[in-house]
Nanobody, 115 residues
Framework: QVRLVESGGGLVQAGGSLRLSCAAS????????MGWYRQAPGKQRELVAT??????NYADAVKGRFTISRDTAKNIVDLEMNSLKPEDTAVYYC??????????WGQGTQVTVSS
């Protein structure tokens, strides 16, 4: 079992920055992929960014503005979000995948960007 606890969401003006953090506990040795997803009202949950063995992947909508990083020793994955836009408003979820393809989700943290 892996438990995920997210923090760092909030309200910010367009053009501002926020940093999300997700701390994993439990069987963290089995984690292969760590990432962030988001779900806006009335929309499907979508990938934001993932990191695997130092290799990062970003959705086109956030490339150049968001940066994902992982502290393997502390089992933390962060998402630095810059130049935020109103369309970035969503609930952001941390997700990890184990080597056996089992997936765990965090509880979500709200990010609201005002225009």
């Amino acid at each position: 079992q892996v438990r995920l606890v997210e923090s760092g969401g909030g309200l910010v003006q367009a053009g501002g920055s926020l940093r999300l953090s997700c701390a994993a506990s439990g069987n963290t040795f089995s984690i292969i992929v760590m990432g962030w997803y988001r779900q806006a009202p009335g929309k499907q949950r979508e990938l934001v960014a993932t990191i695997t063995s130092g290799i990062t992947n970003y959705a086109d909508a956030v490339k150049g503005r968001f940066t994902i990083s992982r502290d393997t020793a502390k089992n933390i994955v962060d998402l630095e979000m810059n130049s935020l836009k109103p369309e970035d408003t969503a609930v952001y979820y941390c997700r990890v995948t184990e080597g056996n393809d089992r997936v765990y989700w965090g509880q979500g943290t709200q990010v609201t960007v005002s225009s």
